[in-house]
C-alpha cells in the first residue's frame, strides 16, 4: 500500500504564510498526479492546486498569484506554499497522489493523506 503524510500546517495571522509538505510511501512505482484539495466546514472539499510528473501546474482561482505548488520526484513529496493568506484559506488541507505500483501495469491507485489543519486568524 501507499501512504501518503502531511505537515506544516497551523495557526497564522492574515498575510502570512505557511509551507505545507506531502510525503509519500511504500509500494510505489511512479507518482503521476499529486494535489492538494482542502475542505472547510460545511463545504464541499475542493482543489486548491495539482502538479503532474512533468511538472505542470493548476491552481484554484481563489488561490492563483498566492499559492505554488512543487515537487520532489526523488523524494516523493509535494509542496505547497500558501502565501498572503486570509481567512477564507481556513480548512483541513488534504494532499492526494495518483499512484502506479507497478511497472508493467499502467492501473492508478488514489489516495489521500489524513489531513491537515490550516487557520488564518483575522
Known amino acids: 500500500q501507499v501512504r501518503l503524510v502531511e505537515s506544516g500546517g497551523g495557526l497564522v495571522q492574515a498575510g502570512g504564510s505557511l509551507r505545507l509538505s506531502c510525503a509519500a510511501s511504500?509500494?510505489?512505482?511512479?507518482?503521476?498526479?499529486m494535489a492538494w484539495y482542502r475542505q472547510a466546514p460545511g463545504k464541499q472539499r475542493e482543489l486548491v492546486a495539482g502538479?503532474?510528473?512533468?511538472?505542470?501546474?493548476n491552481f484554484a482561482d481563489s488561490v492563483k498569484g498566492r499559492f505554488t505548488i512543487s515537487r520532489d520526484n526523488d523524494k516523493n513529496t509535494v509542496y505547497l506554499q500558501m502565501n498572503s493568506l486570509k481567512p477564507e484559506d481556513t480548512a483541513v488541507y488534504y494532499c492526494?497522489?495518483?499512484?502506479?505500483?507497478?511497472?508493467?501495469?499502467?492501473?492508478?491507485?488514489?489516495?489521500w493523506g489524513q489531513g491537515t489543519q490550516v487557520t488564518v486568524s483575522s
Open positions: 511504500g509500494s510505489i512505482f511512479s507518482i503521476i498526479t
Open positions: 502538479i503532474n510528473s512533468g511538472g505542470t501546474t
Open positions: 492526494n497522489a495518483d499512484v502506479r505500483r507497478d511497472p508493467f501495469s499502467s492501473t492508478q491507485f488514489r489516495y
